[in-house]
């Protein structure tokens, strides 16, 4: 780092590998650190790499800092050496004059006047203006060297020379290049031009991270919305496949004031960094650092005489907590509902970040993180998780809880991403899903739903399956959600993705497990293996696993097979078909092929596009049973049974003959130990049906109420309790599990359910 005092337009350079960044100081003044609004600021940077060569970036710094990437950086570098080449060979007398001309000395005189104020003085306060002088000159001079004799014209010759040459050097520079065709009729000190090829990324100088404030010029907004204060905004971009998400947060929208308050607090907070203690407990630190936070920012307002309303002072407190203990604008993102994925690749600071949004599908956003910030994350990431990131573990898989969102978080560094840190940040749905929700955003049909619900009953083992970012954690999660509320649920994840505190929350009885990652070496934690070895011996309970990725594999079909869980047994596994999963689990991490008919239900998630590639969906494709008398290959021996299967035609999920015509033999197992159901495939049909038959009418129902919240699992767990007591009921009335009757009675308590939760809304 170089420096060059602490006045105003005094900088500093920064190097960081290729990066070569120059700041320039504006603060305490009243002059627009701009390069495309100000003549001076223009003329001081000019100056400035006119002396110290080419930079990367440039950076100019008044509680905001005005930030100009590589391509503007090379525009201005180009103008500073065009003038620092005029400056080195120096004006001659005989490069505008003939000297043995009769009136040299004259026109010398006033030649010099000219082309000094353009090259020493114009070109680096308005090079645009520069080159429009000297072209006027031009035409001026070629018009007086036709009035003139021939005896002048030697004299004329040589200073029209001196201009082409001139004119031709501005025309190299791609300034002159972009702006040529829009210069007709330009006016010196008319800076709009600039405007168009000179637009910085400006951001609180408190913060890293780079925000593109300005909407696209071009583009169509396709939504807008509100998440708090911030506003968002879409944008399709002509003659591009791109969608823009365009977000403002409100720390890009404060006066001066505030940012000063902000940054002074931010000073004051620096001084004390949280402990790997303090972060063990995320949510307590949070408030403590609020606490401190509010108090700061209301004593330092009081300080300066600036009045800060309690709704003022929230917002202000929150804006700190974010860059200080926080995440930054990941935490505005991920606060975004409709918000899947982020993704940041590196390095760092050149390319703006990606997301997944729920309407749009892919999009690229207004956001640029810089490499600091990524330093930043890594660190308090590797605080929260007690995991390692570093040149052995260049991997770290862990999970985020913010104030408004959670999410998975997947880093990784050198060695293994030698340009830096790159991120991936999967969003976790504020509430369980449920199967309702599935078939409202169409990821299944009412049936699936009534199949699942029958399966999950009769405490069948599931693998759920899919490419990834397919919806298998989500789909896993509905299955949960389906387990009656008395019986007890171990979780087992080496990142916590699934819904253990909301289900929590809503009265079940569920143990969550954190196991070591298949990823990190030399870690403290538990392998998965034995946390679900673990799980046999604390009593009966279902048994879910986040993902089937390693060694835990053999000790989840130990579990399948002893059955000592006497209940439902779920996970998740990577594969697109229920012979990739029999593959991965076979021959990926060598289950034995005989244990692999420890599975009986095999959910296949898969996402499902669009002819022009441009949107896709989740779907459910495959609701398979696994048989159980083949010996080596399942495929060729008829052990794969699809019950349901996608219709890429219709775009629907159908049942096959197999499931409408009985023959499945997990059914026909589910239904032996049911004394209303052995043998008797019209009473099992007519209670799956019974099941998709009640999911269809919450969704209409919350459809045609215009509440979202009947799909919820707070109202739908107690709607489920609420059809198994009615079955019981109408079972000891009738001797029968009557489903026109139960379907009856239910549908008249959830009538009255739903007018109670429209006046408790009320």
Sequence with gaps: MAEAGAAVGSYHIIREGEEVVLRVNYEGTVVIPSLEDSDIVMQRVIDIIAEIGRVTKIVLTQKRDYEYDYTQAAIIYEIAMLYKDFVKERLRKEDIVDTQCSHAQAEFSRRYAIVTNVMFRLVRSDPLGAYVELRRELRKEQIILEQESKSHAGCANRYVTFLHKLINQFEKTRLIQFAAADLAGYKLGDRSAYRTYLSPVIKPDFMYTKLMSTYPSDGEEIQAYSIGDTEVVIFRIPNSIQTLYHMMPPEFKLPEDKYELLDTARRVLAEHKPTAQEFTDPARMRQVFYDIGSDLLEELAEMQNINLRLQELDSLTKILNRYTIGFGLIEVLLSDERIQDITINSPMGRASMFIVHADQGDCV??????????????????LISGRPLDEANPILDTNLILPNASARIAVIGPPLNPSGLAYAFRRHRDKPWTLPLFIKVGMINPLAAGLISFLVDGSRTMLVAGTRSAGKTSLLSSVMVQILRRYRMITVEDTLELPVLALKDIGYNVQSMKVASALTRGSTEISAAEGIRSTLRLGDSALIVGEVRSDEARALYEAMRVGALANVVAGTIHGDSPYGVFDRVVNDLNVPRTSFKATDIILVANP?????????????????????????????????????????????????????????DIIKNVAGSVKEWAGDWDAVWSNIQLRADIAQAMVDAASKANNPDLLEAKFYVVANDMFHVISERVRDQLGALDSKRIFFEWNEWFKLAIKKEAARGA
């Design 608 to 664: 499902v596009r669009s002819p022009d590639g441009l949107h896709r969906w989740r779907k459910m494709t495959q609701l398979t049973e696994v048989r159980k008398h083949w010996e080596e290959d399942p495929l060729t021996e008829g052990g794969f049974v699809d019950l349901m299967r996608y219709d890429a035609k219709q775009g629907v999920l159908q049942a096959t003959p197999d499931l409408i015509n009985g023959d499945s």
């Design 365 to 382: 956003t207004n956001i640029i993180p810089t490499s600091g910030e990524g330093d930043s994350w890594a660190s308090k990431l590797r």
